[in-house]
């Protein structure tokens, strides 16, 4: 997470970089992170849900978050860094 762009950083780019995706393996939702600040733990990025908006998150509330089976939130290992317009026309 460390190399995450700072919270706010990235306001002023068209296409930011999705850095990091996380998953629950047991249900629908998708967290795609921009950005990311390590002294609040909160995230900025795409969140695929019960909708799909850009949001602010908290990474201590998403770690806590079990899908239907139980199974905890996943970090994408295969994920590779893209710009959000691709994202979002996959999600």
Do not use: C
């Amino acid at each position: 997470m460390a190399k995450l762009p700072a919270l706010g950083s990235t306001s002023e780019i068209r296409d930011p970089i999705v850095q990091v995706k996380w998953f629950t393996p047991d249900s629908n939702w998708t967290w795609w992170v921009i950005e990311y600040d390590p002294e609040s733990h909160i995230g900025y990025g795409l969140v695929h849900g019960l909708e799909q908006e850009f949001g602010t998150f908290y990474l201590d509330e998403v770690e806590e978050i079990r899908g239907s089976l139980g199974l905890p939130v996943e970090r994408d290992l295969q994920f590779d860094p893209q710009p959000v317009s691709q994202v979002m026309n996959r999600a």
